[in-house]
């Protein structure tokens, strides 16, 4: 018996990490009025995490530098360097994004 096959290809790719040594505790503090815990990612290099509904996010990392980022569709995006060298806890402070007034943007003829 013989089946017709159509040619195909496929591509991936994969990525492999160190395995975690040290357990980063990262505190979100909002800083302003409006601004929800919900959605916010904390990144430590390529490992990533959400904060929880107390502003808690817990990453495992190995030891090195990274950079530690802190994303949010409400917030202005905080990046700043950690190494890591121990279990530790890093508190950011984040600031709301400026919403655009778009009346007061607009060109009236």
């Known amino acids: 018996m013989e089946c017709e096959h159509i040619a195909a290809a496929g591509a991936f790719t994969f990525r492999t990490l160190q395995l975690p040594e040290c357990m980063i505790t990262v505190k979100v503090n909002p800083a302003g009025d409006g601004i929800t815990l919900d959605n916010i990612d904390v990144r430590i290099g ?4 959400q904060v929880d509904a107390t502003g ?4 495992a990392v190995p030891r090195g530098k990274f ?5 949010s569709a409400e917030i202005e995006p905080v990046s700043v360097p950690v190494s890591v060298t121990e279990d530790a806890m890093v508190e950011v402070q984040t600031i709301a994004k400026a919403v655009a007034d778009e009346d007061a943007e607009r060109e009236w003829m």
């Open 56 to 59: 808690i996010a817990c990453i």
């Open 67 to 71: 950079e530690l980022s802190v994303l």
């Open 46 to 49: 390529a490992y990533t995490a």
